[in-house]
């Protein structure tokens, strides 16, 4: 299995940027797809981004899509998600995951094995 930790979450004013990362222990990191999702108070969780192993493909939701990038750094094996212009509606825990088989980013939560504790992200209009 592999261990996710999220870090980096916070509060923040509209319009401002925060960059969570997630870091990897445990079993191998690669060569599958990492994703980030995010629950609103009182919704359900939602797909945010994913990228596979090397980076080269990503995907995101298109409520982010030109705000949010999604990177990763095999040697320290950590994902990052920088989140520009945000927005209250950003509002959210955010959680990053992990896929186990799946090499291609994948929207769907299923396709996800390993899933990080959650860092809460508020964005203060």
């Known amino acids: 299995q592999v261990q996710l930790v999220e870090s980096g979450g916070g509060l923040v004013q509209a319009g401002g940027s925060l960059r969570l990362s997630c870091a990897a222990t445990g079993r191998t990191f690669g060569p599958y797809a990492m994703g980030w999702f995010r629950q609103p108070p009182g919704k359900e969780r939602e797909f945010v981004a994913a990228s596979s192993y090397s980076g080269t493909n990503t995907d995101y939701g298109d409520s982010v899509k030109g705000r949010f990038t999604i990177s990763r750094d095999v040697v320290k094996k950590t994902v990052y998600l920088q989140m520009n212009s945000l927005k209250p509606e950003d509002t959210a825990i955010y959680y990053c995951?992990?896929?186990?088989?799946?090499?291609?980013?994948?929207?769907?939560?299923?396709?996800?094995?390993?899933w990080g504790q959650g860092t809460q992200v508020t964005v203060s209009s």
């Open positions: 995951a992990a896929s186990l088989t799946v090499r291609s980013p994948v929207r769907g939560p299923t396709s996800y094995d390993s």
